[in-house]
């Protein structure tokens, strides 16, 4: 390896490195998270270590000196070069979120009731599919079955978390996971909730009248945007096998959920709303009848949520709140102001007073306010309470009422106010010793605690970066639950030492890789949890830091591997190693003051390893294995104003047919063309809809043919999420036919199989198998799922799945059956309506046909029932109206509720939504 082009970082595999103490988090320093742009990583920009100088490659090397331990969690591209990071990160020039950026474009919104519909229809479809095979598709039968791949041993990002005196069942929500179970004290876990579909989780509570009762509030609140929002409570009354919905779909990011000790029928939200919008479903809500209805006892603005809230265990009649005032759009976020406060009530929420003596004066500067009432001394109340912007987002101060809140003084004095790494947005929440007052935990980066009623905070034992819940037992506060970015850990000796859990599969991937010779040889990029890496048994290890997203294996060196962290490995381009992840060395010829995306695009030429192509805003190659890279093309965005794009790639592909044919798609919905291996790029995006381009992936065969997806919805321009080109990009044509309107993430063209595609989008995987006149979900035992990364292993034939919240599946396409014959394409297809919607009354279907064709429309309930036949026969060429009167088969009125309506033409098919209010 050339020493001049490389430079190596072979500490990066030991998470114990001696690096760690003097380099930990370095990227926060920066104004990383989730607020803001993030500057350039460079040797004068990062942190030095007192002991060492840093060459511009142990700079780079000092951000990921912890390994699996560090994990940033900035949602934002990166726009780089210029400006002032701490103005830019509150004074609203530039947005932060890359998962919500590329869903909302162009239009700045996520129509939550679209991708809600979405999930209906995948549910349908899945219900439909089974057992059935279809004329032109392929359904799902009992061979084709995804299995878990794993990583069970990394864990993900843990939200929410509580058990039962004793600590043998736990409940455990996850970010973008859902909510699992655990009746052995968090050694296995089983999921709850997988039949809801994508479950972001924002709070448990168990009834501590009836253990049996659980609560689960959706919606992640901790302004993490990597989530949908949620869609209200659900409440169990068989200790989580089956849910009822309790309501509150307002409610959209539940923060916490609080049952009264003394009556099972009252209990609290805690509701922050939607994360992009403000409103008046912003709050504190109550219900005195276990979830059928509902009353606000608490509003104080529309841009301000309740965050916490917490019942007087003695006295249950008074109960505190926490607001917080929250605002974000897609050029302004902020997430502190006078609204930011303490309340109390006497009356069981009828009435409440703001608490002032003592606390923070109501200002810019005050934070999120975490709340824990001591159960042994319930007249002692503890606030942590973390600053605003002009405080850069630290801990303001742990706060203590010893008079049941009348009065409050703060008490820290060391360890508090640094543990919240410029991001105490992030964190809400701290931990009482329910037996002893002067000892609680505070919740932050690392997690601290004091015993002598917060004066004092001092380490405890090694757990992972960034903590959200804690539990501690009442009956033996020694052990001590947790819940963080790295899932979940125990101790059973107050925090001194902890087990983490080695079978909880709530990964958040962003994208994942097979070692071509060896299919079991799994890699993929994870959020808060870097590159991971995996032989082929059950454990995965980490082999690079920060948040991790493209990896590739090289096809004749399986040592040989490239991972990126965020920022295309913060401009240095993405990393090679060649022990197979013992150590990573970074290429030369990147320049740092590029825009680079959050998540970078990689490709390696298929037919020759020393070609790979990496971006920013314009394409850099190298031809000697990712070592030297040179850029190879000028700006290929529309250099638009960093708000919910950023002018950078976010895709790159060379063409499996010919070596010289490159294909790179931009934020800002552009697609480029180069015939001459980079010399001269074409624009080729007239003809697709502005969006977000996901993916481009030459098709395996033919030259001219390429496909392309996209994020986004449709709203209203019923345009779709797959594209096509038998042109090399001349004209375009949706083949998006019956897919959900969600997101497209990802696109496999089949090699072996002519017309049968793969895609991972927000509802799961499909597939067609006639080049895309009609969709089906792809096999059964994966929940429904975002899929962020899809890979082929062409000879075992195996693909695999990388969710954003449910680690790797993998499914043996050797069991998928052979598709029908057709004997000509299928027609295009086209439905329109139907009107209204909803309706009480018949409704009108539009259906479009392009010639002559047997048509079958068929009306199926939620559950993928047949109800109504409605055509069955010949259908000439052109529009054609359909008509439903509300009826079944046998003439008997139907109930409301949501039906679908699925036409198919001669492999083609499509399906429209419709919602009957009676």
């Known amino acids: 390896m050339k020493s001049s082009a490389s430079t190596p970082h072979d500490h990066l595999a030991q998470p114990n490195s001696p690096l760690a103490p003097s380099c930990r988090r370095p990227v926060h320093c920066l104004g990383a998270r989730r607020f803001g742009r993030v500057p350039p990583i460079s040797p004068s920009s990062l942190p030095r270590s007192r002991s060492m100088s840093c060459s511009r490659g142990m700079a780079v090397a000092c951000v990921l000196a912890l390994g699996l331990g560090l994990g940033t969690l900035d949602r934002a591209p990166m726009r780089q070069g210029g400006g002032n990071p701490d103005r830019d990160r509150e004074a609203g020039d530039y947005p932060s979120d890359w998962f919500w950026a590329q869903r909302a474009f162009p239009r700045a919104a996520i129509p939550e009731d679209r991708y809600q519909q979405a999930l209906e229809q995948t549910r349908m479809q899945r219900a439909l599919a089974t057992g ?124 916490r959920v609080a049952v009264d000790p003394h009556e099972s029928n009252r209990v609290f939200v805690a509701a922050m709303g939607t994360q992009f919008t403000t409103g008046p479903d912003r709050g504190l809500y109550r219900t005195e009848d276990a979830g059928a209805t509902w009353s606000k006892v608490l509003f104080v603005s529309d841009s301000v949520g309740v965050c916490d809230v917490a019942i007087n265990p003695a006295h249950p009649e008074t109960v505190f ?97 640094g543990n919240f790494g410029g991001f105490g947005w992030y964190f809400g929440d ?31 034992g090694s757990v992972h970066a960034d903590q959200h819940a804690i539990w501690i037992d009442p009956s033996n506060p020694s052990r001590v639950y947790l819940g963080d970015d790295g899932g979940f850990f125990s101790s059973l000796d107050g925090g001194s030492n902890w087990t983490k859990s080695v079978d909880l599969p709530i990964t958040q991937f962003y994208d994942g890789a097979i070692d071509p010779s060896n299919p079991a040889r799994l890699l993929g990029g994870s959020q808060d949890n870097g590159t991971v890496l995996t032989p082929g048994s059950s454990s995965w290890t980490p082999i690079l830091g920060g948040d991790g997203f493209v990896c590739i294996v090289d096809p004749t060196n399986p040592n040989v591997l490239f991972a990126e962290y965020q920022y295309c490995s913060g401009g240095t381009g993405p990393w090679r190693s060649t022990s197979g992840g013992g150590g990573f060395f970074t290429p030369s010829g990147f320049n740092a003051s590029d825009r680079y995306n959050w998540n970078s695009p990689i490709a390696m030429d298929p037919n020759n390893h020393q070609v790979l192509l ?103 321009e019923h345009v779709g999420h797959v594209y096509v080109s038998a042109s090399s990009g001349a004209s375009w044509s949706s083949i998006a036919g019956d897919l959900p309107d969600v997101p497209v993430n990802d696109i496999v063209v089949d090699p072996d199989r002519p017309g049968t595609l793969y895609v991972g989008t927000d509802a799961g995987v499909y597939a067609t198998q006639n080049g895309g006149s009609g969709w089906f979900p792809l096999g059964q035992g994966m929940p429904i799922q975002a899929i ?52 009480g009354a018949s409704v009108q279907l539009g259906l479009e046909l392009s010639r002559a064709s047997t048509v079958e429309v068929t009306a199926y309930d939620a559950a993928g029932r047949r109800v109504r036949a409605l055509v069955a026969g010949s259908l000439g060429a052109g529009r054609h109206s359909i008509a439903w009167d509300g009826r079944d088969d046998r003439g008997g009125r139907v109930g409301p509720g949501v039906y679908f309506m699925r036409a198919t033409a001669s492999g083609a098919s499509a399906v429209r939504r419709v919602v009957r209010t009676e």
């Open 132 to 255: 059935q095979r279809r004329t032109g598709l392929v359904a799902e039968d009992a061979t084709l079955t995804w299995t878990q791949a794993g990583p069970f041993n990394v864990g993900g990002r843990a939200t929410a978390l509580t058990s039962l005196p004793g600590g043998t069942v736990v409940y455990l929500g996850a970010a973008d996971g859902g909510v699992f179970k655990s009746t052995n004290s968090g050694v296995n876990w089983t999921p709850v909730t997988d039949g809801f579909g994508p479950m972001s989780v924002g709070a448990l509570a168990i009834d501590p009248s009836q253990p049996g009762v659980v609560y689960v509030g959706t919606g992640e609140a901790n302004s993490s945007v990597d989530s949908y929002d949620g869609t209200g409570l659900y409440r169990s009354t068989d200790e989580g096998a089956t849910w009822v919905y309790a309501g509150l779909r307002e409610a959209a990011r539940i923060a």
């Open 321 to 417: 709140c926490a607001t917080w005032e929250r605002v974000r759009r897609a050029t302004y976020r902020r997430a502190y102001g006078p609204g930011c406060g303490i309340w109390r009530s006497v009356d069981h929420g009828t009435h409440w007073t703001r608490l002032q003596s003592g606390l923070p004066a109501p200002s810019d500067n005050v934070g999120r306010i975490g709340l824990g009432i001591a159960a042994s001394r319930p007249s002692t109340i503890y606030a942590q309470i973390t600053s605003g912007a002009s405080g850069g987002y630290t801990g303001l101060g742990m706060y203590r009422s010893l008079d049941g809140g009348d009065t409050w003084v703060r008490r820290d004095l060391s360890g508090f106010t």
């Open 430 to 460: 701290l931990g009482v010793d329910p037996t002893n007052p002067e000892r609680v935990f505070s919740l932050g980066v690392s997690l601290v605690l004091s015993t002598d009623g917060g004066v004092t905070f001092n380490g405890t």
């Open 614 to 716: 990496a971006g920013s805003q314009r394409v850099y190659k190298s031809v000697d294995n990712g070592q030297n890279y040179a850029p190879i093309s000028g700006d290929l965005s529309t250099n638009p104003p960093a708000q919910l794009v950023y002018g950078t790639l976010t895709t790159l592909a060379i063409s499996p047919v010919s070596g010289s044919v490159y294909f790179a798609g931009t934020d800002d919905g552009r697609v480029w063309r180069s015939l001459d291996a980079g010399s001269i790029w074409t624009d080729i995006s007239a003809g697709l809809p502005q969006r977000w381009v996901t993916r481009v992936a030459p098709d395996p065969h033919d030259a001219n043919t390429v496909y392309v997806t996209l994020s986004g919805f449709t709203m209203d």
């Open 788 to 839: 962020d990364g899809l890979t082929l292993h062409r000879a075992s034939r195996t693909l695999v799945a990388a969710t954003h919240g449910r680690s790797q599946w993998k499914l043996d396409l050797n069991q998928l059956p052979a598709a029908v014959s057709l004997s000509s394409p299928p027609p295009r297809l086209a439905l329109s309506g139907p009107v209204p919607n909803p309706s």
